[in-house]
């Protein structure tokens, strides 16, 4: 069980926008920054979004992440066939003395 | 441009340590921090631990028992350490780099192509 809750699918038309939401408490998203990857089939994680909607360099504007409260959201443009797979979102929890968690992961599929 | 690179044995038998080696290259290992992180087959990732270049580190409460990382800055490689293994602990074993500098921010802005361990007899 995840201390981030993800929606396990999300799917979309190529063109529309989709959003990926991570729900926490206030140990984690509601005291820290929420970081978001990218993992394509057989590849490893890929930071999409850093400290809640800074985009590295690279990653298309297409992708773009807002926090409020202790909730965050991924958006997606435009979606492309390429953007299909799988997104975490991550971030710290204060409690316990402190650990990094991801969410459980969504499946994003382009129809 | 720094690449991260996990090498060890590809299987390990149940009851022993699980041992494995990130080798940062193409830069220094100094001023960030390190982490190892994991990803059983067709679930999520799960954050092990991190090490700062200095030698300080941090686990995950649920496997701080059993888990040990360090550092050797003369070869610029980290290590991870996981004792008493079982079937659960079968993964690929990701090392990573936290983009800040000098403090952990929590975002992992590199990452290795990950190194599947299976735990069997």
């Known amino acids: 069980q995840s201390v981030l809750t993800q929606p396990p699918s999300a799917s979309g038309t190529p063109g529309q926008r989709v959003t990926i939401s991570c729900s926490g408490g206030s140990s984690n998203i509601g005291s820290n920054t929420v970081n978001w990857y990218q993992q394509l089939p057989g590849t490893a994680p890929k930071l999409l979004i850093y400290?809640?909607?800074l985009r590295p360099s690279g990653v298309p504007d297409r992708f773009s992440g807002s926090k409020s409260a202790t909730s965050a959201s991924l958006a997606i443009s435009g979606l492309q066939s390429e953007d299909e797979a799988d997104y975490y979102c991550?971030?710290?929890?204060?409690?316990?003395?402190?650990?990094?968690?991801f969410g459980g992961g969504t499946k994003l599929t382009v129809l | 441009q720094v690449q991260l690179q996990e090498s060890g044995p590809g299987l390990v038998k149940p009851s022993e340590t699980l041992s494995l080696t990130c080798t940062v290259s193409?830069?220094?290992?100094?001023?960030?921090?390190w982490s190892w992180i994991r990803q059983p087959p067709g679930k999520g990732l799960e954050w092990m631990g991190y090490?700062?270049?200095?030698?300080?580190?941090k686990y995950n409460p649920s496997l701080k028992s059993r888990v040990t990382i360090s550092v050797d800055t003369s070869k610029n490689q980290f290590s991870l350490k996981l004792s008493s293994v079982t079937a659960a602990d079968t993964a690929v074993y990701y090392c990573?780099?936290?983009?800040?500098?000098?403090?952990?921010?929590?975002?992992?802005?590199?990452w290795g192509r990950g190194t599947l361990v299976t735990v069997s007899s």
């Open positions: 090490i700062y270049y200095s030698g300080s580190t």
């Open positions: 400290r809640n909607n």
């Open positions: 991550a971030t710290w929890d204060d409690s316990l003395n402190g650990q990094g968690v």
């Open positions: 990573a780099r936290d983009g800040g500098s000098g403090s952990p921010d929590w975002y992992f802005d590199l």
């Open positions: 193409g830069g220094s290992i100094s001023s960030y921090y």
